[in-house]
C-alpha cells in the first residue's frame, strides 16, 4: 500500500507570494495533520483536520489555511511568504479523528524555500 | 504547559556500541509517547510508541525504549549501533487539541555513528 504522498517535493518561492501544497494520506485514513519543520527543530503543529472539518490549529498566523476534500486529500496553503516560512512541511495521516493514541503516519515532506 | 525535552542536540557513539537517547515531557495527563527518526532529506518513521502496560516498549530496528512516570521521562536505547542508524531522532508525546489531537516534538537529537 501506498503511504502518505506529497507534492511537489522542493519548491521556490519569493517573499509576497502564495504557495499551495498538496497531501494524500493512506487509503483508508480520514485524518490530515500539517506540521512546519523549520531546519534544526522538531515539527510544529498547524493543522489537523477530518472529515473536512479543522479539529485544530496551532499558533500559526492567519496566513496558513488549509482545507480537506472528500477524498480525504488535503492542500495545505500559505498567502504573503516571508523568509521564516522557510522549511520542511510535513504531512500526517490517521486513521480516524484521533483519539491521542492513534499513530500518525507522515509523508516525506515539502521543502519550501522562501527567498 | 505541554512541552518535550531532548537535553542532547547530538550524541556521537562508535559502531557496535550502546546507546541512549535521553527524552524528558511535560504532560497533565497520562503520556502517549512516541519515538520517530528522521533520515536526512525524509520524512519521519516511527519507531515505536508507549500508551500504556508494560514501561519497556519494543520497536522496529532493535530500538527499545523505557518509560519512567516519576522522571517524567521517555529514554530510547539500542544496545549494539549501526552505521546506518545515523539520523535525527525525535520524542513526541501526544495531546488533545479542541476536537482533535496533535503531536508535540522535542527539538531532536542527531545521533552519529563512528566507524
Known amino acids: 500500500d501506498a503511504g502518505v504522498t506529497q507534492s511537489p517535493t522542493h519548491l521556490i518561492k519569493t517573499r509576497g507570494q502564495q504557495v499551495t501544497l498538496r497531501c494524500s494520506p493512506i487509503?483508508?485514513?480520514?485524518?490530515v495533520s500539517w506540521y512546519q519543520q523549520v531546519l534544526g527543530q522538531g515539527p510544529q503543529f498547524i493543522f489537523q483536520?477530518?472529515?473536512?472539518?479543522?479539529?485544530g490549529r496551532g499558533n500559526f498566523p492567519d496566513r496558513f489555511s488549509a482545507r480537506q476534500f472528500p477524498n480525504y486529500s488535503s492542500e495545505l496553503n500559505v498567502n504573503a511568504l516571508l523568509l521564516g516560512d522557510s522549511a520542511l512541511y510535513l504531512c500526517a495521516s490517521s486513521i480516524n479523528s484521533g483519539a491521542v493514541r492513534e499513530t500518525q503516519y507522515f509523508g516525506p515532506g515539502t521543502r519550501l524555500l522562501v527567498l | 504547559a505541554q512541552s518535550v525535552t531532548q537535553p542532547d542536540i547530538h550524541i556521537t557513539v562508535s559502531e557496535g556500541a550502546s546507546l541512549e537517547l535521553r527524552c524528558n515531557y511535560s504532560y497533565g495527563a497520562t503520556p502517549y509517547l512516541f519515538w520517530y527518526v528522521q533520515s536526512p532529506g525524509q520524512g519521519l518513521q516511527l519507531l515505536l510508541k508507549?500508551?500504556?502496560?508494560?514501561?519497556l516498549v519494543q520497536g522496529i530496528k532493535g530500538f527499545e525504549a523505557e518509560f519512567k512516570r516519576s522522571q517524567s521521562s521517555f529514554n530510547l536505547r539500542k544496545p549494539s549501533v549501526h552505521w546506518s542508524d545515523a539520523a535525527e531522532y525525535f520524542c513526541a508525546v501526544g495531546a488533545r487539541n479542541t476536537g482533535g489531537f496533535k503531536t508535540i516534538f522535542g527539538a531532536g537529537t542527531r545521533l552519529f555513528v563512528k566507524a
Open positions: 483536520y477530518y472529515e473536512k472539518e479543522e479539529r
Open positions: 508507549y500508551f500504556s502496560g508494560d514501561t
Open positions: 487509503s483508508g485514513h480520514k485524518s
